[in-house]
């Protein structure tokens, strides 16, 4: 019996998700017996701290088993206010923020809401994987902007004004970045806010969910905070990175009221409010202690600079240092065109490639990030794991000529 396959267009005009993609691979390579390492996956390799387990523990036992409110729990809605407030100098209330499954979810969410099909989405580049899809989805442009490597992966307010026209809705960036690490200051923002004041009819979207992993003297500072412009910007952060609750899936969106109503409203159609439970246990960690949250980035901070020092010692290999996040993102372009005798690396999907499949090591090609020149390597591992991936990859590459 044959099988008929139809799926929408807009399905098929999806990329997979790369992160995802070469995890899987390396899971294959590693039930078949290989000793991978893996190194694709963005995530903490920390747990959840126990005071935020033991509330989930204690909402499974108070009966928290039914459906929520849409936009979240009041007193979620309220911690995350005072979160905003505490860190963040962004006074929003509770109305102003809906909780929703994961900062992903949040910002498809945001551009679905806001973005008519046909108006364009500036979006910084090296920029997350899944920004250009969501766009492609809700049938909108992207517009991508390239940061220099030499400015460290930013773009300059010139360039982000010099890319609006009067199709512009939104722009979006990370800071700290994946895949690059790069912290957008203060005063980089100050300028790029400057510009958006002049637009009153273009919107910022702040994805800050690296916000803690921070390594800057100056700390992060939350474009929202700009008095001028807070209308127009949707601060997005969540618990995943900075709390080490990848797989609880709680992240938020806090905006404009117009723009709140917005996300509720169509969350209400679509998936309703998130898992009961996890609220509960983000309600404690936006309202508790951040010391947990500091030791983990203090170990980024340790392992960056141990990842970094040793790629640096790879011949070819430039790489920056990163300011933030848990990522190294080198510039392996000097091996494009090399061969090890079987294989010849034409661009960074066959360098990650081959690094698995030769060194047993994995990584993600930049060209999923809009740097087709790069490559990211997550430091969210253990010391040894990082070092011996890192003498596997010198060692790979010694074969290439
Ligand atoms: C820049 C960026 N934004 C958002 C997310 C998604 O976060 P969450 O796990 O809360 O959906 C990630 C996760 O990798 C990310 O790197």
């Not at 008929?4 to 993609?21: H, K, M």
């Not at 690059?180 to 702040?206: F, Q």
Request: glycine fraction near 8%; hydrophobic fraction near 40%; include cysteine.
């Amino acid at each position: 019996m044959s099988l008929t396959v139809s799926l929408a267009d807009r399905i098929n005009a999806l990329e997979e998700s790369a992160t995802l993609g070469m995890t899987k691979k390396a899971r294959e390579l590693a039930a078949q017996g290989h000793k991978v390492i893996s190194l694709s996956v963005g995530e903490p390799d920390f747990k959840t701290p126990k005071h935020i387990c033991d509330a989930a523990k204690k909402a499974i036992d108070d009966g928290f088993h039914g459906y929520s409110p849409v936009a979240g729990y009041p007193d979620l809605r309220k911690a995350i206010a005072d979160k905003l407030k505490r860190d963040n100098n962004i006074e929003w209330g509770p109305e102003n923020i809906v909780v929703s499954t994961g900062a992903k979810h949040s910002l498809a969410n945001v551009i679905s809401t806001l973005v008519n099909p046909g108006e364009e989405v500036i979006i910084f580049s090296p920029y997350w994987v899944s920004y250009s899809e969501m766009v492609k989805l809700a049938d909108g442009v992207s517009v991508v902007v390239d940061g220099a490597f030499d400015n460290n992966f930013k773009v300059t307010p010139e360039q982000f004004e010099a890319a609006i026209t009067p199709k512009t809705k939104l722009v979006m960036f990370a800071s700290p970045n994946n895949p690059t690490g790069s912290v957008y200051t203060e005063a980089e923002l100050r300028a790029i806010g400057a510009i958006v004041a002049k637009h009153p009819n273009i919107y910022v979207m702040a994805d800050e969910i690296y916000e803690y992993i921070n390594f800057t003297e100056e700390g992060h500072f939350s474009i929202g905070s700009i008095p001028e412009i807070k209308n127009q910007v949707i601060t997005v952060n969540g618990v995943a990175k900075g709390h080490a609750m990848t797989g609880w899936r709680i992240g938020f969106i806090a905006a404009a009221k117009w723009i709140a109503d917005g996300v509720e409203k169509l969350q209400g159609q679509v998936t309703s409010g998130t898992n009961s439970i996890a609220q509960k246990a983000a309600t404690v960690a936006f309202n508790g202690t951040l010391e947990e949250a500091y030791k983990m980035k203090d170990a980024y901070n340790r392992r960056r600079g141990l990842v970094v020092g040793l790629l640096r010692e790879i011949p070819g290999f430039k790489v920056n240092m990163p300011d933030g996040a848990f990522y190294a993102f080198p510039d392996i372009s000097a091996y494009f065109g090399k061969s090890d005798g079987t294989t010849t690396i034409k661009d960074s999907d066959d360098f990650s490639m081959w690094l698995l499949e030769g060194a047993f090591v994995a990584t993600v090609a930049g060209s999923s990030f809009g740097a087709p020149n790069c490559i990211r390597i997550s430091t969210a591992a253990a010391d040894e794991q990082l070092i011996e991936a890192c003498e596997r990859i010198k060692a790979a590459v010694a074969t290439l000529k």
